[in-house]
């Protein structure tokens, strides 16, 4: 869905010296603000004369001659010279003052609102003519709505119009479904204590005004929050039904504080082998006490998913919960096989735990792309041999262009890590994995790494590291941009190395690589 834009005052003031429709002989194409630049082409040229034009020219002088007597007579030719005038007036001044794609000039009957032009489909329940055809709400409505507000809708009232919403996102999703044509959902700010299943080609819309008294629809996510609370362990739920044009967007999720029990899992979000496109959401991981080997998870992916293009998670907020075990802001994790994600653009901060992950992509498949990202390490708690790490990976996947722990005020601390962990920036569990362009740094630990490279519970992938910038950060006995640990062999070889800036950080010994002989004589080298 698209929303108004002001125009500058210069174009508004433009606006009142023309109206739609003078004539002229000349018409200039219109182009929609929708096209690109690499699609706009110019006005169409007006045709000049063919370059050949008739004329009667005499202009040559005839000598008529005769024996008695040579008559010289003067010859004017005349030239006709009327000029050809064009009428070069401007064609009309067309505009799109709501940024819809479509000028007044081609027929947009309601240029104050974006949702409003002709060839858009009805949005049930507006009570406005979204496709300029006459008429508002059409009979394949069936005088439903799915417009939804906890704070003045009711489902047994309600037909989920703007002036009649729904309470639930259940029943807007129920309407939906009812109406068909790929209605979305909108949401207006309130709580959702409910379960939500996410169904294939509705989208689920947060953000949305309206409060007793005041309810204009107007859409700002930041402002007017909709929060949905999960009320299982799984949360949200994204099953194998889901592809990526169907989306989540604009919502606060939050997932279920409780005790899972031993071995358990909690997540705000559970992507169960589908695709989703999960956008602009602030999402927060559920807290988690009282068991053991257990895991609180912001989204909780996995595979094999029913795309390889995998679920997009792209401009969230997203905050881990806290655990005695793991805490994860973003979870892959194998199910029948590893899963895909393309993670873009969001903000990931790990919670408290003592496997403390921001994001975590042990189970990662071919395709997986994390890029652009803020990243942050959360706060590892006990002294159970545990860990802190921005990122963790395995599998395959490519980690291009993410800043990683680089606000020291964000990023949480390792106090009591067992006596041989490390924690910090990135750790790679034998991923075959491209890691380029980031900013990567350790965090305050007794021993802090930007990198670690090893191969504890996966052999050795083929792993590049190319064009980073990787401080070790730390602030105990030891810290180092890259450290390598393995228990496979004799020096060992962990990959391509270059290209890189490496610092040793700041505690009291640092190196730019430092080999850890995990089990002596078992070495590595890049």
Partial sequence: MRFPQKLPLAWTWTVLLAACGDDSTIGDDEVGTGDTAATMG?????????GTEDMDAEGSSSTASTTDTTDTTDTTTTTDTTTDTTDTTDGPICVDEDDDGVTDCDGDCDD???????????????N?????????????????????????????????????????????IANAILIGNGQAVYVAEGDYLEKVTMVEDVDLLGGYHCVPNDCDWTRDPAVNASRIFATDNEGLLANAMITRTTMLDGFTVVGRDTNPGNGGNV??????????TLSNNTILGGNIQGCTGCGTHGILVLGIQN?????????????????????????LRTFQMPAVAEITNNWVKGG???????????????????????????????????????????GTVEV?????????VETGACVSPGQTSWCGGI???????????????GMPAPRSAGILMGEGEVPFGDLEINGNTIEGGGTGTTSAALVCRTTQGVNAKIGDVRNNILRGGTATTTWGFFEDNQVVPKNCEP
């Fill in 42 to 50: 110019t006005a169409d040229e007006i045709g000049s004369m063919d």
């Fill in 112 to 126: 104050a609102d974006p949702n409003n032009f002709p060839g858009n489909f009805e949005l049930c329940g507006d």
């Fill in 128 to 172: 406005q003519d979204n496709d300029c055809d006459g008429m508002s709400d059409p009979p394949s409505c069936m005088g439903l709505g799915t417009y939804v507000s906890d704070l003045t809708g009711d489902d047994m009232t309600g037909d989920g119009t703007q002036l009649n919403p729904v309470q639930t996102i259940g029943k807007g």
């Fill in 267 to 276: 997540a705000a979000i559970t992507v169960a082998q589908g695709t989703p």
């Fill in 307 to 331: 795309d390889p293009i995998g679920v997009l998670i792209d401009l969230n907020r997203i905050t881990a919960g806290n655990s005695p075990n793991t805490s994860a802001g973003i979870t």
């Fill in 352 to 394: 408290s735990g003592g496997y403390a992950r921001a994001i975590n992509a042990f189970g990662s498949a071919a395709g997986t792309l994390i890029q652009a990202n803020e990243v942050f390490a959360g706060d590892q708690v006990g002294n159970n041999n545990g860990s802190s790490f921005a990122m963790v990976i395995s």
């Fill in 400 to 408: 291009d262009s993410n800043r990683i722990n680089h606000d020291p």
């Fill in 427 to 441: 750790e790679s569990q034998g991923a075959t994995a491209i890691v380029t362009n980031n900013i990567v740094f």
